[in-house]
């Protein structure tokens, strides 16, 4: 399935019509370095395009993860709960939460978009 | 206008990834990464760019006087080719930056000086200089090189000889491949290593030298990252973390290197009283990181704060420093609130991680 990005750096893919997965791009985890802890959210939690939903920590900072979909928590990845580096050594095979919802393409874009972007401005 | 050390172009030309540090542009990591640097240093060996750290030249009759007089270790019975770890502290005893002194001569010293506070010490130490001593900062001239690491005593050994030399003792005018440098057995990681001073326009070509020698024995070039986060486990302070213009050595748990017994002394007065606050040592026991700034709270009231926190890489445990009331040095449990969680966390004995 397609992935489509945020300019925040997540992406998110449909698993079938109402499921989407979310996680970060292969350009955020190389920014972060060396990710250590995911501060995760939780099942049930219902999460905002746009908005915060977890903090992922690399060894010095900090960086908030925000939702690119609207809808409902259905599964988080346990994995990186104690594993969190498979976000560095596969961040585009990677998911972090399972969400019931929609991808809105109009605020988004697509993989070429995304890999096209002037990322360091 | 930022300044840089003689390594600045390889760092950039070994994908070095550049950020400032006390004014300095400064390899934070190269490609791969704080956690593979880390435990190269723990492990194997590392070289450190450490250019940026400052070098003061006393010399004269009252040379040592003045050294005596504005910071907390006693260095009357420092021999020839020996270093001491000292705080240089104001009248109330808060710390102006923490240092090493190394005795060249016998009326002349060595003092190496955190990259950040270069001109504050120096302004501080010139306001009260006195008597016969000449004041110099040559830290412009000076190349460091710091090789730490398990095996940094066998990378250095195939270049020069250095069977007879404790920790906390260093070697002048040494002949590296015909440059003259100061081997000095010291370092910032809580492992085995040296500390190598040299003529700036040397620097690059021993940096070389040694990622040459040491390439079968796996040494690495390693960034500012990792010296943070090895000094931080061994639980070393770092200026402007633990030790800052409003704190003392004794309030920093560093009373081993604060000597009282001295003939003249400016904080004889303030560092005789006993601490209001101290340093301490917490694991967490739920799942997080604190960092810098975190709030630390016991029994649900806020009473101190975390000065340094990482995610160890050698425990793989999270781990911080934090200042909390001298009263409550001997508590065990406390709470730190990491972006408004508030996390369990137990006092443990510094340091952290001991070779």
Redesign the interface.
């Known amino acids: 399935m397609e992935k489509y990005y945020a300019e925040s750096h997540e992406w998110v893919m449909a698993l079938d019509e109402n499921t989407v997965v979310v996680g970060i791009s292969d350009y955020a985890q190389h920014a972060l370095g060396d990710i250590v802890f995911l501060s995760n959210a939780e099942v049930g939690d219902t999460v905002t395009f746009g908005e915060r939903f977890g903090d992922v920590e690399s060894v010095k900072a900090v960086s908030e993860i925000l939702s690119p979909v609207d809808g409902k928590v259905v599964e988080v990845n346990k994995d990186l709960e104690d594993t969190p580096e498979l976000l560095n050594a596969k961040p585009l095979e990677t998911w972090i939460i399972k969400v019931e919802g929609k991808i809105d393409p109009s605020k988004l874009m697509t993989e070429e978009d995304y890999l096209a972007l002037d990322k360091d401005h | 206008m930022e300044k840089i050390t003689p390594l600045f172009n390889w760092h950039k030309n070994h994908n070095g ?1 550049i950020v400032e540090f006390g004014g300095y542009l400064m390899p ?2 190269y490609s791969n ?4 640097e880390h435990h190269t240093v723990r492990t194997k060996v590392g070289l450190f760019d450490v250019s940026h750290m400052g070098e003061f030249h006393f010399s004269g009759k009252d040379a040592l006087a003045n050294l005596q007089y504005l910071i907390s270790n006693d260095f009357s019975d420092l021999e020839i080719d020996k270093t001491r770890y000292g705080i240089l502290v104001r009248k109330d005893g808060t710390a102006v930056d923490d240092l090493l002194v190394y005795r060249m001569a016998d009326e002349e010293y060595l003092v190496v000086v955190n990259a950040a506070n270069i001109d504050k010490d120096e302004a501080y130490i010139r306001e009260h200089l006195f008597g016969e001593v000449v004041f110099q900062n040559i830290s412009e001239d000076c190349g460091q090189i710091a090789i730490q690491g398990p095996l940094s005593q066998e990378l250095l050994k195939r270049l020069t000889p250095i069977n007879d030399m404790p920790y906390y003792t260093f070697k002048g005018n040494v002949d590296i491949a015909g440059k003259n440098v100061l081997i000095s057995r010291t370092g910032y990681t809580g492992e085995d290593g040296y500390e190598i001073y040299t003529a700036a326009a040397d620097t690059e070509f021993l940096w070389e030298l040694f990622l040459e020698t040491g390439k079968d024995l796996g040494v690495e070039p390693c960034g500012l ?1 990792c010296r943070d ?1 090895l000094r931080l486990e061994a639980a070393m302070p770092l200026y402007g973390h633990e030790l800052n213009d409003e704190t003392t050595p004794l309030e920093a748990g560093l009373s081993m290197f604060v000597k009282l017994n001295k003939e003249k002394f400016i904080a004889q007065d303030a560092l005789s009283e006993k601490p209001l606050k101290r340093r301490i040592g917490l694991q967490l026991k739920d ?3 604190a ?1 810098e700034h975190c709030d630390v709270y016991f029994n649900g009231q806020k009473v101190g704060v975390v000065s340094s926190g ?2 160890s ?1 050698t425990l793989n445990q ?1 781990i911080a420093m934090a200042f909390v009331p001298a009263e409550l040095f001997k508590e065990t449990q406390f709470e730190i609130d990491v ?1 408004g969680k508030l996390l369990k966390a137990e006092k443990v004995k510094l340091p952290f991680y001991k070779r």
């Open positions: 990834n934070l990591h990464g704080i956690l593979h990252g986060t799942r997080g990181i960092r990482t995610k890489p999270s972006r």
